[in-house]
Structures are given as structure tokens and as C-alpha cells.
């Protein structure tokens, strides 16, 4: 499945991105798509008693920008026998810059590593977390040492109905993107494809309580009518992302589902750690055209949790508050 036609990637100077980059040209070639890596340099502002802009301020900033174009040439330069890239050095925040690099060439995935700051007991660092919340397209952050090949993906979808129609459909639209790309993935790295929809039934503690004191006969029935209405959600979901691969592909992938009662913000990040998940799958964002509607908490607390390679996914239709020129 080429799913991919304009991958960027995202690098540090030396070999901190060598694993981000060989993913990225890998998957550039597999999909046939164009290439363009790039490093974002820092600005340099002035000192005191320097004028902002100055010349010595520029000389740093220039020195700055040639040290990082060298940085990225040597590092893609035994990558460029196989494949056309086009590299960049971009300056100003980084998060910023990358998402702007992607409405102005309009880049329909971005690969890169986390920032790994060592002082947190997290993966992804502040700049990472703004990029899957707020890139229109979507992100593949590779954990650092992650294995060349990938054994076990897993893809989080919401399969809950209870929405209002708009809502609904986006949520929709939003798993069948999450499953298309976590198969396609499956697919090229050999990998076995998992996908969970974690359910509750909202309501349960309630009708045990001294308040209500429904008879426990009357609070399972209810519990397996939500659990079974959760079931028949996914299996069509998956039916319909398998039905569109074809027999054969879908025959080989052979998905395994997993239907979890709880907390998505708890199973899903117990489940990949139990699994050994190489990488996780997962929206960021269940509206679209709401600029300041960036990330649900849900998605934030699972993300927090996740110590695998995560690609964060978009909704169609998603608006990102970032814009071309600083307002």
C-alpha cells in the first residue's frame, strides 16, 4: 500500500537521527515518495549591549546555519546513491518550523526522533508533544535504539457510537486513517497487527451503589448489552479497513483485536507494554476546525505513559493553530 508521496524528516546534527533517517528513506522508497530532510537551528539573539540583528549576532547565527547544513550533508550523504533528497536548514522554534516547512510544501508525513530530554522519566519532550498536537499531518516519532524491524504494532481506535452524528463521522474517519496506515505498516515490516478499543459502562459503579441497589443480575445484563454493542462497532471497523486491503492481504495480516474494559488512558499503555509493542498507532484529535482544539486528555495521558515509537494521526479536516507568519 503506498500511502505515503511527501515524507519529511526531521534530523539532529550527527548520528542522534541515524535511526529516524534510515526509517525515513526506507519508507520514501517503498512509497515511491520524494524525500526532504531537514535540521532546525536555534536563533541567535543578540547579547547585551548588542543591537538585535547586529553583525556579530548575524556572523553567529550564519556560522550557526553552515554548521548545521554540514551536519546534515554528512549525514544523508551515504543515503543519496539510493534515493533524491532534498535537505534544508530551518531556524527558529523547532516545532514551528517544521510544522510551516509542511503547509508550505505540503508534506503528508513527518519522521523524526524524540528530543530525549534525559531530565524527564518520559519519552517525548515538550517540542515533540507540540508537533503531535498541533502537525495537520501525521507523525511518526521513532524511539531512539528501536529495533530496524518491527515485530508487533498496535492501533488504538475509538470505536464508540454513542456521538453526535458530526462527531461520529469525524471519529470514524479518524480510525479508518489509524487502521489504514498501522496495516500498510504491518504490512512492510512483516510485523503482527493489533488493534484495541478499551469500553465502560458508564453507569455501573452507580447501580451498585447504596443509591440504587440494582439487582447484580440487572447490572451484568447491562454491562454485556454496552460490551457487546462496543463489539459489533470494532468488528465492523475492522471489516471494513480488512474488506478494502482485499482477501489475500487481509488473509496474511490477519489483525488480532482486543476489546478492553477500563480506561483507554490505562489499558492502552499497559497493553503495549505487556505486548512489547514496537510501535502504537493512535489519533491525537477527535474535532476538526476548532484551532484550539489540539489534543484530548486521553490521548495526552496515554502519550505520556508510551515508551515505544508512537505515529500520532490527524482527523481529515484538522486545522492546526500554527500559521505561516507569526501574527
Not at 554540514?70 to 533528497?85: D, F, M, W
Not at 454493542?229 to 489483525?255: I, W
Request: net charge negative; hydrophobic share 45%; proline share 6%.
Amino acid at each position: 500500500m503506498k500511502r505515503f508521496r511527501d515524507i519529511l524528516c526531521v534530523v539532529e546534527p550527527g548520528d542522534a537521527s541515524r535511526n529516524a533517517l534510515e526509517r525515513a528513506v526506507a519508507l520514501a522508497r517503498n512509497n515511491q515518495a520524494s524525500l526532504t530532510v531537514v535540521s532546525v537551528a536555534d536563533i541567535v539573539t543578540a547579547g547585551i549591549g548588542m543591537p538585535e540583528g547586529g553583525p556579530i549576532s548575524a556572523d553567529l547565527q550564519e556560522a550557526l546555519v553552515n554548521m548545521h547544513a554540514q551536519g546534515l550533508e554528512s549525514l544523508v550523504k551515504p543515503h543519496r546513491a539510493r534515493i533524491q533528497i532534498e535537505t534544508r536548514v530551518l531556524v527558529g522554534i523547532p516545532f514551528v518550523q517544521v510544522i510551516r516547512d509542511v503547509l508550505s510544501h505540503g508534506h503528508d508525513l513527518v519522521i523524526k526522533e524524540p528530543e530525549n530530554p534525559h531530565w524527564l522519566d518520559r519519552l517525548f519532550g515538550s517540542d515533540d508533544m507540540h508537533l503531535m498536537r498541533k502537525c495537520p499531518c501525521p507523525v511518526w516519532m521513532i524511539k531512539p535504539q528501536a529495533e530496524k524491524s518491527y515485530r508487533c504494532i498496535l492501533a488504538a481506535v475509538d470505536a464508540d457510537d454513542d456521538y453526535l452524528p458530526a462527531e461520529l463521522e469525524t471519529r470514524r474517519a479518524l480510525n479508518l486513517q489509524v487502521l489504514e496506515m498501522a496495516s500498510s505498516l504491518a504490512l512492510s515490516e512483516f510485523a503482527e497487527l493489533h488493534i484495541v478499543h478499551v469500553w465502560d459502562a458508564v453507569g455501573e459503579t452507580a447501580m451498585r451503589s447504596a443509591f440504587m441497589r440494582t439487582p447484580e443480575e440487572d447490572v451484568m445484563a447491562y454491562v454485556e448489552q454496552i460490551r457487546s454493542r462496543h463489539a459489533a462497532s470494532l468488528k465492523d471497523l475492522v471489516h471494513e479497513v480488512t474488506g478494502s486491503l482485499g482477501q489475500d492481504v487481509a488473509g496474511y495480516l490477519k489483525p488480532q483485536t482486543h476489546l478492553v474494559k477500563g480506561w483507554a488512558r490505562k489499558e492502552v499503555p499497559a497493553l503495549a507494554k505487556k505486548m512489547q509493542a514496537d510501535l502504537v498507532v493512535m489519533g491525537t484529535v477527535g474535532r476538526t476546525g476548532i484551532p484550539g482544539f489540539l489534543m484530548g486528555n486521553t490521548a495526552e495521558t496515554i502519550l505520556t505513559q508510551l515508551d515505544c515509537s508512537v505515529l500520532a494521526v490527524k482527523p481529515p479536516g484538522f486545522t492546526t493553530p500554527v500559521t505561516l507568519v507569526d501574527r
